[in-house]
């Protein structure tokens, strides 16, 4: 079983700053991708950021100059440092993994953790 643990998420004043910290247990021999959303109750989750198979980092047109994606392979960890945080930022932020095509008879399987939730006030 794949897991997804997502933490740091809490209250913080408008420009402050919060490192969002997603876990991932259960590795298995497929390759996948990590990457951050984020929703609001009665709006779809959005992309937030995260590394692209081609190497790149990609970024909401919202949060660019501001988050910054990372990951610690040996760890099984990735973060995502928010800075300059603004009110439109609250949201519940989760990590997602994507599955690179099959993987256990799987096709490009996703994998959800529960989510942080963020206020900015």
């Known amino acids: 079983h794949v897991q997804l643990v997502e933490s740091g998420g809490g209250a913080v004043q408008v420009g402050g700053s919060l490192t969002l910290t997603c876990v991932v247990s259960g590795y298995n021999s497929c390759t996948y991708h990590l990457s951050w959303f984020r929703q609001v109750p009665g709006k779809e989750r959005e992309f937030v950021s995260g590394i692209e198979d081609d190497g790149t980092t990609a970024f909401a047109d919202s949060v660019k100059g501001r988050f910054t994606f990372s990951q610690d392979n040996a760890k099984n960890t990735v973060y995502l440092q928010m800075n300059n945080l603004k009110p439109e930022d609250t949201a519940k932020y989760y990590c997602?993994?994507?599955?690179?095509?099959?993987?256990?008879?799987?096709?490009?399987?996703?994998?959800w953790g529960l989510g942080t939730q963020v206020t900015v006030s």
């Open positions: 997602k993994r994507t599955d690179a095509g099959y993987c256990y008879g799987r096709k490009n399987y996703v994998y």
